[in-house]
């Protein structure tokens, strides 16, 4: 396996261009696809929150109604008994 693995790397160092030109016709390339998929990614609308079914999914639940103590009192009951490092 590890010959083969060697054997690959050989014929891709190989492969790699060797000249300023071409590497500069390569970087320059890969700058160019990476700004049209970043113009795309701006272009996309990003969907709201409220937009996912998820929202509002614990709005009914009375020990949710102050979220920040619910996160607390979970955190001291499951952190209470932690094991010292």
């Known amino acids: 396996m590890g010959q083969i693995i060697l054997q690959i790397s050989n ?18 390339l890969g700058l160019a696809e990476y700004e049209v998929k970043q113009d795309t990614l701006k272009k996309e609308k990003r969907k709201s929150i409220k937009d996912y079914p998820v929202r509002g999914m614990w709005a009914g639940r009375e020990d949710m109604q102050d979220s920040a103590r619910w996160v607390k009192d979970i955190r001291k009951k499951h952190w209470r008994h932690r094991p010292e490092l």
């Open 11 to 28: 014929n891709l160092i190989k492969k790699l261009p060797t000249n300023q030109s071409d590497i500069e016709r390569i970087l320059k």
